[in-house]
């Protein structure tokens, strides 16, 4: 009776991944059945898994051994229950890399899962599914009748025909369909460069160009918000497919909108490191289990802090989500903050709480008005905001919904520049508009029809600047481009890798590409190119290009030279500040 419990409980839980699929990658195909075999055959694998597991355990009854392979049965289980809860909630799947980071923090997490769709009953319905699953298979002894162990060896004779059958048709976004322990095993970035290729990165290495800063640096105050996921399909303005931002919209007539700006990343740490530290890849070395926050990004030496530490500035960082979640606030200070701020200032005490624990936007908007008004300056303020993360919870009428809370976002950003202008900040100040990352959201095939494969990483960036002209900035341009760029304008020079540009002077690298690494994909880099959109596969000496686009031979190896000689430097600087520890 209990294997019977068992096997249906897995049986649901794969029609319920099938149907996430569906509903999510099926979308961009417009076929929202397409995907249910495809999972079916993935999952068949752990079936097979699974059934082997509790067919073995038999044969260890007397020495009690059967509980360690019913153990493992337990993990399997929870594993794959664990990644239908992530890919419902953040549109990626669980990696193992991820979890062991990230487990520590189980008031986050906790707070993550009673605020998703579902709300606490659902949590603590998959909380008593896996109790059951983790007491169940302890509970149920050694299979050792003769029915039920054939029953087993039916299972895994039906799930092996099954994973053999081939994928008719074979389907795009195959990250969404894999099992999750194949989706952990395709991650192929962890794989190292050898010695050999290290030191021919080392020794062909093109030195930097360095040019001197304006003639007449600023010494304007600087704000920088970053908008939590703020997407070019949230926008009419941006890509024509939603209007959920017309007040954000509206601000980038009297502004400049950069129509070609590039994330680096998948989620807001990514964005973090592209924006605040200058990093254009960020894909470490790690095992498939092992890696701490940031890692690879400690003691770099140049960062937006820096540069404006070097100018004079007061630097601060504002936000109402937890800095002690991932190690942000130990971070931060690394590369330079001189004040940090987060939900716990007295400013928000009996606020109401949404995601992370954090007030909405509109406070957090109020807080940073009344630094600013105490402030020292110059100033360089960066405000990140929280309400538009998952899971997207409408601070008015506290309902989850993306397009309300998105749309809170747009009216409370939009607020805060009113503000802003009735304090006479733009007279002597420039407010910086961006977003971290394009939204943990599945891809809609509208966006892929405008964008191509830049949708992975477009996202919108807007600089009202009265002294500077209105008007849109098609040249391409990245996160990391802000520390030279910032350097640049404030005087101090700056040295321009072959990918770098200047936000406030584009065009420097006129065949400059952005990158951009997937977040439920590991190991896949977009290349966006002013000769086309490219993609490549990670993998240490074997990194190559899937889609060259229209790169040429020689194009395509020096932009893996590039990628290697980005991701060594970071492991020799994480390995030097290690030694330095």
Avoid at 139 to 152: A, E, H, N, V
Avoid at 258 to 279: K, P, Q
Avoid at 325 to 332: I, V, Y
């Amino acid at each position: 009776m209990a294997l019977s419990v068992l096997l249906l409980m897995s049986i649901i839980l794969v029609f319920v991944r099938a149907w996430l699929v569906n509903t999510g990658a099926g979308r961009q195909i417009n076929c929202t059945d397409c995907f249910t075999w495809a999972v079916i055959n993935a999952d068949a694998r752990l079936f097979l898994i699974l059934a082997g597991l509790l067919w073995a355990g038999g044969w260890f009854a007397r020495l009690q051994l059967y509980r360690l392979f019913h153990l493992a049965a337990a993990i399997l289980l929870f594993a794959a229950i664990a990644d239908v809860m992530v890919y419902q909630r953040f549109n990626t799947r669980l990696f193992l890399v991820e979890a062991t980071n990230y487990v520590q923090y189980y008031d986050v997490i906790w707070d993550q899962l009673i605020s998703g769709a579902g709300g606490l009953g659902l949590t603590i319905g998959l909380a008593l599914l896996i109790l059951a699953v983790a007491i169940g298979l302890q509970w149920i002894g050694p299979i050792r009748d003769p029915t039920s162990r054939r029953s087993l060896v039916g299972i895994m004779v039906l799930a092996g025909v099954t994973a053999s059958l081939p994928l008719a048709p074979d389907y795009v976004n195959s990250w969404a369909y894999r099992n999750v322990l194949a989706a952990n095993l395709a991650s192929s970035d962890r794989q190292r460069y050898t010695d050999e290729t290290t030191q021919r990165i080392q020794e062909t290495a093109v030195p930097p160009q360095c040019i001197g800063g304006l003639d007449s640096p600023e010494r304007r105050n600087v704000v920088m918000v970053i908008i939590e996921s703020w997407s070019p399909y949230h926008s009419q303005l941006e890509s024509g497919i939603h209007d959920w931002t017309p007040a954000l919209d509206r601000l980038a007539a009297r502004g400049q909108r950069f129509t070609a700006f590039h994330a680096g990343g998948f989620s807001t740490n990514e964005g973090l490191v592209g924006i605040l530290a200058g990093v254009p890849i960020w894909v470490p070395f790690v095992h498939l289990v092992q890696a701490t926050p940031f890692l690879y990004q400690w003691g770099i030496t140049e960062t937006l802090p820096v540069v404006f530490n070097k100018a004079g500035y007061h630097t601060a960082f504002l936000t109402s989500g937890p800095l002690s979640f991932a190690e942000k606030d130990r971070w931060l200070r690394d590369i330079g903050f001189a004040e940090l701020e987060d939900g716990t200032h007295p400013h928000y005490q009996n606020k109401p709480r949404f995601s992370f624990g954090a007030p909405a936007d509109n406070e957090l908007y109020a807080r940073a008005l009344s630094w600013q008004s105490a402030a020292r300056t110059p100033y360089f303020l960066v405000v990140e905001t929280v309400t538009t993360h998952q899971p997207y919870i409408d601070p008015v009428t506290r309902k989850h919904s993306l397009e309300a809370a998105i749309r809170f976002a747009d009216q409370a950003a939009a607020d805060y520049v009113h503000q802003l202008d009735a304090m006479g900040f733009f007279e002597d100040g420039l407010l910086v508009l961006l977003s971290d990352h394009r939204a943990m959201t599945p891809m809609l095939a509208e966006e892929l029809d405008a964008l191509g494969t830049a949708a992975y990483s477009r996202v919108p960036m807007l600089i009202l600047d009265p002294r500077r002209p209105p008007g849109e900035i098609d040249a391409l341009l990245q996160q990391s481009d802000l520390v030279p760029s910032f350097s640049h304008w404030l005087g101090l020079g700056t040295c321009l890798d072959s990918h770098d540009d200047l936000v406030f002077a584009p065009g420097t690298n006129a065949g400059r590409c952005t990158f951009h690494a997937r977040g439920a994909e590991r190991g896949l880099m977009d290349v966006i190119c002013p000769e086309g959109q490219a993609l490549v596969r990670l993998s240490g000496d074997s990194t190559h290009f899937l889609d060259p686009a229209n790169l040429s031979p020689g194009r395509q190896q020096a932009l893996l030279d590039f990628i290697a000689r980005e991701r060594i430097t970071a492991l020799s600087r994480h390995e030097a500040h290690e030694s330095r520890d």
